[in-house]
T-cell receptor, first 112, second 116 residues
Framework: QKEVEQDPGPLSVPEGAIVSLNCTYS??????FMWYRQYSRKGPELLMY????GNKEDGRFTAQVDKSSKYISLFIRDSQPSDSATYLC????????????FGSGTRLSIRP | KAGVTQTPRYLIKTRGQQVTLSCSPI?????VSWYQQTPGQGLQFLFE???????NKGNFPGRFSGRQFSNSRSEMNVSTLELGDSALYLC???????????????FGPGTRLTVL
């Protein structure tokens, strides 16, 4: 079993829709949770960074972490065609700052 | 400021050869991490260097090695290449590699390695 599981999709939604992306993780020692966006032929870029449980909002993006159920979510409001990319959830252990464990990524397509 | 740069961007090698990839971090960043990305396994952590010392290591065979120079530039070497080593190799830099929201990892565009 992978430490971070993510539905690979693909996911296709119409422009303006709310997108929900989800991951689960298995390691209780994970304390830091991230969402990355990766466009084709580019490296991942950090979208959201959350420590422990709770919500974090940044513009149209909201990240949620529920440590009791080991569930990570990313919501995108008012989705735009430019949001079309692969989204990767990631976690890292509290003691190993640089070793990030990534989910397999969900390919998202926003239809104009 | 300039982002993370990786050279070369594309590389084709044959089985049994060795390869060296280069990463130049963002100015002032001292932590450099390397990742392998494949369609089957996704993004996997290889190792991290900080102040010229390997600080963390993932679960890859000893054929994968790296080093960091005093200017924080890093190289990754893969010896005795196998077909399964074909992947996108990504480098990421951060200030100190600490678990802080202010110490973000920034990724380079990657080096696409094809092993024939």
């Amino acid at each position: 079993q992978k430490e971070v599981e993510q539905d690979p999709g693909p996911l296709s939604v119409p422009e303006g829709a709310i997108v929900s992306l989800n991951c689960t993780y298995s390691n209780s020692a994970f304390q830091y949770f991230m969402w990355y966006r990766q466009y084709s032929r580019k490296g991942p870029e950090l979208l959201m960074y959350t420590y422990s449980s709770g919500n974090k909002e940044d513009g149209r993006f909201t990240a949620q972490v529920d440590k009791s159920s080991k569930y990570i979510s990313l919501f995108i409001r008012d989705s735009q065609p430019s949001d079309s990319a692969t989204y990767l959830c990631a976690s890292r252990h509290y003691s190993s700052a640089s070793k990030i464990i990534f989910g397999s990524g969900t390919r998202l397509s926003i239809r104009p | 400021k300039a982002g993370v740069t990786q050279t070369p961007r594309y590389l084709i090698k044959t089985r049994g050869q060795q390869v060296t990839l280069s990463c130049s971090p963002i100015s002032g960043h001292r932590s450099v991490s390397w990742y392998q990305q494949t369609p089957g396994q996704g993004l996997q952590f290889l190792f991290e260097y900080f102040s010229e010392t390997q600080r963390n290591k993932g679960n890859f065979p000893g054929r994968f090695s790296g080093r960091q120079f005093s200017n924080s530039r890093s190289e990754m070497n893969v010896s005795t290449l196998e077909l399964g080593d074909s992947a996108l190799y990504l480098c990421a830099s951060s200030l100190r590699g600490l678990p802080s929201s202010t110490d973000t990892q920034y990724f380079g565009p990657g080096t696409r390695l094809t092993v024939l």
